[in-house]
T-cell receptor
Framework: DAKTTQPPSMDCAEGRAANLPCNHS???????VYWYRQIHSQGPQYIIH???NNETNEMASLIITEDRKSSTLILPHATLRDTAVYYC??????????FGIGTKLQVIP | DTAVSQTPKYLVTQMGNDKSIKCEQN?????MYWYKQDSKKFLKIMFS???????INETVPNRFSPKSPDKAHLNLHINSLELGDSAVYFC??????????FGPGTRLTVL
């Protein structure tokens, strides 16, 4: 019952920007968009989150459309270490975090 | 200086046994979680505790019993283990409903 839709896989050339899309057309006004990633069998790692404004941190940028129905995670200069499964999650308050199947990003040398 | 730690990392046991997995966080968070990741890689929440009180309890067999002795610890005890319990179990913590920090996981194999 994930509230988001992501492509199952993507490739990106090393050094290029990786743009990972996510659709969340049923997002509610108080729900945030969170991004996590899981690198091969490790615990998921928090990347970034936002409500309606674009956000940037040392790992990535998050672009949220004005209607909030979709967003894009941008890894500006992808490296081989960024190969992972990326999960887009919407959540408000103490709602349970529901992980979908995510996008498997393969960074190619 | 590990933020969220779990023990053991690997656990191999026979069907019908009882086992526990321990989780500790040193981040000063007030909320802790247990997740299960099955062989198909779906990550599902099992339980969540806020200030030692259970706030999320998904449809999990009552053979699974979480225990939170204090805000820094959330242990998972599993009775009468079954083959279908084989999975990787992740502990996580957060401050309130903010971003969650995950442990390295415990790979449970039931034979």
């Amino acid at each position: 019952d994930a509230k988001t839709t992501q492509p199952p896989s993507m490739d990106c050339a090393e050094g290029r920007a990786a743009n990972l899309p996510c659709n969340h057309s049923t997002i509610s006004g108080n729900e945030y968009v969170y991004w996590y990633r899981q690198i091969h069998s490790q615990g998921p790692q928090y990347i970034i989150h936002g409500l309606k404004n674009n956000e940037t941190n040392e790992m990535a940028s998050l672009i949220i459309t004005e209607d909030r129905k979709s967003s894009t995670l941008i890894l500006p200069h992808a490296t081989l270490r960024d190969t992972a499964v990326y999960y887009c999650i919407v959540r408000g308050g103490y709602q349970k975090v529901t992980f979908g199947i995510g996008t498997k990003l393969q960074v190619i040398p | 200086d590990t933020a969220v730690s779990q023990t053991p990392k690997y656990l191999v046991t026979q069907m019908g046994n009882d086992k526990s997995i321990k989780c500790e966080q040193n981040l000063g968070h007030d909320t802790m979680y247990w997740y299960k990741q099955d062989s198909k890689k779906f990550l599902k929440i099992m339980f969540s505790y806020n200030n030692k009180e259970l706030i999320i309890n998904e449809t999990v067999p009552n053979r699974f019993s979480p225990k939170s002795p204090d805000k820094a610890h959330l242990n998972l005890h599993i009775n009468s283990l079954e083959l279908g319990d084989s999975a990787v179990y992740f502990c996580a913590s957060s401050w309130g409903d903010n971003e969650q920090f995950f442990g390295p996981g415990t790979r449970l194999t039931v034979l």
